[in-house]
């Protein structure tokens, strides 16, 4: 059974960058066979994603926050991490980790971090 | 950038069916997949490929897509089925979720 769970500051400043990083335990991440991502959800709102990285090296980011946004992976730890730089009040949200299905689909989500963004 | 159209609520019976649309631009070119989410709950994929149900999910659950509209029906519909649902779909390797349906099962 796959798990995935993430963690990280749950509160960051304005202007700082938020890092958080999702550790994946019962499957490989660099097995190279799924896509592993970050979505995101405001209270209250909808999901957004932001972005998704394959070991081989593909890795796409929403055009909307790609300026800001870096994915990044550690196979020895079995881990994948999200920094997005510049954060204001609009980027407080639940961040997800997820495992790609094989057909552009999420078939596994970690519990998500509230990620506050206040002074 | 894409877009992905959903009704903001959909009201259904207990025992009756519930429809829920995603539409988009050429839609029923791509796969779509749809997240079934409940408060305070991470979501749960409940149908991937367009039609296919992930192990697990009851058959109650299926999904269709043609030309600019997916469709996820709901058969039979239980009070647990309360929830909101997403659609997603890719666009240009950027995923796109639907704005998102509340379903009320009165």
């Known amino acids: 059974q796959v798990q995935l769970q993430e963690s990280g500051p749950g509160l960051v400043r304005p202007s700082q960058t938020l890092s958080l990083t999702c550790t994946v335990s019962?499957?490989?991440?660099?097995?190279?066979?799924?896509?592993w991502s970050w979505i995101r959800q405001p209270a209250g709102k909808g999901l957004e994603w932001i972005g998704r990285?394959?070991?081989?090296?593909?890795?796409n980011y929403n055009p909307s926050l790609k300026s800001r946004v870096t994915i990044s992976v550690d196979t020895s730890k079995n881990q994948f991490s999200l920094k997005l730089s510049s954060v204001t009040a609009a980027d407080t949200a639940v961040y997800y980790c997820?495992?790609?299905?094989?057909?552009?689909?999420?078939?596994?989500w970690g519990q998500g971090a509230l990620v506050t963004v206040s002074s | 950038s894409y877009e992905l159209t959903q009704p903001p609520s959909v009201s259904v019976s207990p025992g009756q069916t519930a429809s829920i649309t995603c539409s988009g631009d050429?839609?029923?070119?791509?796969?779509v997949c749809w997240y079934q989410q409940k408060p305070g709950q991470s979501p749960v994929l409940v149908i991937y490929?367009?039609?296919k149900r992930p192990s697990g999910i009851p058959e109650r659950f299926s999904g269709s897509n043609f030309v600019n509209t997916a469709t996820l029906t709901i058969s039979g519909t239980q009070a647990i089925d309360e929830a909101d649902y997403y659609c997603?779909?890719?666009?240009?390797?950027?995923?796109?979720f639907g704005t998102g349906t509340k379903v009320t099962v009165l």
């Open positions: 050429k839609l029923g070119f791509k796969y």
């Open positions: 997603q779909a890719w666009d240009s390797s950027t995923g796109v």
């Open positions: 997820t495992k790609g299905g094989g057909y552009g689909d999420s078939d596994y």
């Open positions: 019962g499957d490989s991440i660099s097995s190279g066979r799924y896509y």
């Open positions: 490929q367009n039609t």
């Open positions: 990285f394959y070991t081989s090296g593909d890795t």
